[in-house]
Nanobody, 127 residues
Framework: QLQLVESGGGSVQPGGSLRLSCKAS????????IGWFRRAPGKERLGVTC????????IYANSVKGRFTISGDPAKNTAYLQMNSLEPEDTAIYYC????????????????????WGQGTQVTVSS
């Protein structure tokens, strides 16, 4: 059974860093596109970054470019979201998601492209 389990969230001061993990089971992360999304309080779920099938080809939201990095470790079957220079505006529930369509296409921030989601992990940036 396909499953995604996120971890690594928490509270951090502005300027700090966190690394979120998305442990996968039931599939190999090399064979899917992976996306990280977030939902800030009172706002809709939005794409943060994604990587296409084969862990190549990334997209970043303008708000996180230069601060966040998506990666994957096939040996651990885990995807990561490294977040640096965190700002209060980054406060949100973060979700990883996968697109199991098997299509070789550029990943996207379209929620409908992703068919499995993790449970989410809270990130709070506050002084």
């Amino acid at each position: 059974q396909l499953q995604l389990v996120e971890s690594g969230g928490g509270s951090v001061q502005p300027g700090g860093s966190l690394r979120l993990s998305c442990k996968a089971s039931g599939f190999t992360i090399n064979n899917v596109a992976i996306g990280w999304f977030r939902r800030a309080p009172g706002k809709e779920r939005l794409g943060v970054t994604c990587v296409s099938r084969g862990l190549v080809g990334t997209i970043y939201a303008n708000s996180v470019k230069g601060r966040f990095t998506i990666s994957g470790d096939p040996a651990k079957n885990t995807a990561y979201l490294q977040m640096n220079s965190l700002e209060p505006e980054d406060t949100a529930i973060y979700y990883c998601a996968i697109d199991t369509s098997g299509l070789f296409r550029q990943c996207s921030f379209s929620i409908s492209d992703y068919d499995y989601w993790g449970q989410g992990t809270q990130v709070t940036v506050s002084s």
